[in-house]
């Protein structure tokens, strides 16, 4: 292949990576590209184009090699192993077990950092944890509360049975019925985001002991309502 093919098929594959390009890798493959045709054009400039280019001298003649040899896959990134992880796979079961678990607090990174070293004895970057808990299954959201002595069938039968008829009877006796709301600020700090697993919602479980300073406020609609109805 000439020098003037060469030049023409670099152009040709620069046009379609800028059209297609999507990741670090792929920008990282356009600079070779770029950085070859710059030699073709300029051949004697091999240090001035490596320097343009921050490149040192022996990686541009690697490249040089490799696409002379019609090996222009080799001029993307090699697949790299990176860092064995530290946890094995039943510790991570063991973790995740134990954020399904524990329903009486939120998860957040730094405290998963804590529990993974007192676990295992393993130090994790809390910078990372999101990526390996990511790994598991989890996702960061935010947790719903659920009061342990709630009774569901009893709330809804009084919502919706008992109440109604209190209020039908009691307006029709003449009593004037209020709707009373408030708005509370807690002296503890609210519900946060936790970690859990993907696609299902975390319950806290809470006990309802906690204290408030709470603003009240009553409206008479009950009237208006039942005429409606």
């Known amino acids: 292949m000439t020098t003037a093919e060469r ?24 600079i070779r590209l770029k950085a070859l045709l710059a030699y ?40 790299r192993k990176g860092r064995p992880c530290q946890l094995t ?39 990372y944890l999101p990526e390996l808990l990511r790994s598991l299954g989890l996702s960061f959201c935010k947790a719903v509360t659920f009061l342990i002595k709630r009774d569901n069938e009893k709330r809804r039968e009084w919502l919706q049975e008992k109440l109604p008829t209190i209020f039908r009877q009691k307006i029709e006796e003449g009593w004037r019925i209020f709707y009373q709301d408030e708005v ?28 408030r300073m709470n603003m009240m406020g009553a409206l008479n609609w009950a009237p208006v309502y039942f005429m409606a109805s």
């Open 7 to 30: 030049i023409k098929e670099l152009k040709q594959k620069i046009r379609q990576l800028k059209k297609t390009c999507k990741s670090g890798a792929d920008y990282r493959k356009l």
């Open 40 to 79: 073709y054009r300029h051949s004697s400039c091999l240090k001035q184009i490596a320097s343009h280019f921050d490149l040192s001298v022996k990686s541009l003649k690697l490249w040089i090699k490799r696409y002379e040899s019609d090996d222009l896959e080799n001029l993307s990134d090699r697949a």
């Open 89 to 127: 796979d039943e510790q991570k079961e063991l973790l995740k077990a134990a954020l399904e678990d524990d329903k009486q607090r939120v998860w957040v990174a730094r405290h998963i950092a804590v529990l993974l070293q007192t676990l295992f004895g393993v130090v994790y970057s809390v910078g």
């Open 184 to 211: 509370g600020f807690q002296t503890e700090g609210t519900l946060a985001a936790t970690w859990g697993v993907r696609g299902q919602a975390t319950e806290v479980l809470k006990y309802g002991r906690h204290g």
